[in-house]
């Protein structure tokens, strides 16, 4: 067998190094900080879980999907976690179960992928957000949707774009504006989905009905102008109404845009989804919406949550710089030392005579008691 470099990683997988890791770090924090600004309380999942009940809970992935391992303790197969959302409503619908509604929970940890995508080739990667268990109401998702911004803006990203999309609206029309058989429905979502208007119109009168939805896509004023001029008989009135009154509150610096047939990733919500999008990174940073959490007796649960995924974030460097270092030389007053470190210095103390400030990345020395810039 072919010995593994020491230094080798599994394919998808990485160190992250100074000053990154601590940069992840503070980005984190300062999300979890807004987040909880608003009244959300942590949670923090284990990373692994049985197999069966993580997979159930998960809806869009299958067993074979996870990373998994038998446990030598039950003798069990357990998967590690792909997504933390399914944990927070497991947490919900079991130990918080009989906690007062709306529940407002907030989690960040590492998730594992079994495979990455061409656009993000890592398979391991940081995932931060926040749940809303109990309502899935317009004004839940206009709380949720304006904390999801004001956490990125916080965290130093701008030029950032929500995408908002109707994750049932094909159903719902399907039901009574343009009716479609049960094996109709996946062939037209499919193509709604490619924005390939020769395959709706192949499919037949029915199908090629949904054409205009394909324009109904686009800056979010306009598209639902379009949205709303297709509904004659009133079956999207309440839909169109809750995304007006989501988009109203968000400031005028963020661009809205609507997909109202978008469908990948948001196979699990229900009425309502939106994508985070930032200038200057290629695809998503962070996505939203409604769904169901199953109780152990059967009941649904409505809810709304967001997740962002900040690594392509803290890549680009955002999270912050690191506080000025400081070296102490030897002999050096440790009670001036610590009100320095109180005071947001960041100190490297000096372990012998052979210590060098500018070798061990300081930008200041202590003189006496007075931090000097190196050089002066």
């Not at 959302?85 to 009989?98: N, P, S």
């Not at 004004?139 to 999801?148: M, P, S």
């Not at 009168?205 to 896509?217: D, F, K, R």
Request: aromatic share 6%; glycine share 8%.
């Amino acid at each position: 067998m072919t010995k593994i470099p020491p230094g080798l990683l599994p394919e998808g997988l990485s160190d992250r190094l100074p000053p990154q890791a601590e940069a992840s770090a503070r980005l984190v924090r300062h999300v979890l900080d807004t987040v909880s600004s608003h009244g959300y309380q942590r949670v923090m999942p284990p990373l692994a879980e049985f197999e069966h009940n993580l997979v159930a809970r998960l809806q869009s992935a299958r067993a074979q999907d996870l990373l998994r391992v038998v446990d030598p303790v039950s003798q069990r197969m357990l998967a590690l976690r792909p997504d933390m959302t399914a944990q927070v409503g497991r947490i919900a619908a079991t130990r918080l179960a009989t906690a007062a509604r709306p529940l407002r929970l907030c989690y960040a940890g590492p998730v594992i992928k079994l495979r990455a995508n061409q656009l993000r080739p890592e398979r391991e990667m940081m995932q931060v957000g926040a749940e809303l268990i109990g309502t899935d109401s317009v004004a839940a998702a206009v709380e949720i949707v304006n904390v999801a911004i004001e956490a990125l803006e916080v965290a130093g990203v701008s030029d950032i774009t929500v995408d908002f999309t109707l994750p049932d609206l094909i159903n719902t029309l399907a039901q009574e504006e343009f009716p479609l058989t049960s094996d109709e429905i996946p062939l037209v979502r499919a193509a709604l989905d490619a924005k390939d208007a020769g395959t709706l119109t192949a499919l037949g009168a029915g199908p090629a009905a949904y054409l205009p939805l394909i324009e109904a896509t686009g800056p979010f004023h306009a598209a639902m102008n379009r949205l709303e001029a297709l509904d004659a008989s009133g079956a999207l009135r309440n839909r169109i109404a809750g995304l007006r009154a989501i988009a109203k509150p968000i400031h005028d610096d963020i661009t809205l845009t609507l997909d109202p047939t978008e469908r990948h990733g948001f196979e699990y919500q229900t009425w309502f989804g939106f994508s985070l999008f930032a200038g200057g990174f290629v695809g998503e940073i962070g996505r939203g919406g409604t769904y169901m959490i199953a109780h152990p007796d059967g009941t649904l649960e409505p809810a709304i949550g967001f997740s962002l995924y900040p690594d392509p974030l803290i890549d680009a460097g955002l999270g912050g710089k690191d506080s000025a270092q400081l070296f102490l030389p030897m002999g050096h007053d440790p009670a001036r030392a610590a009100e320095l470190r109180k005071a947001g210095w960041r100190t490297i103390a000096a372990l012998s005579g052979s210590d060098d400030a500018a070798t061990l990345g300081c930008s200041h020395s202590l003189n006496g008691d007075t931090p000097v810039e190196l050089g002066n």
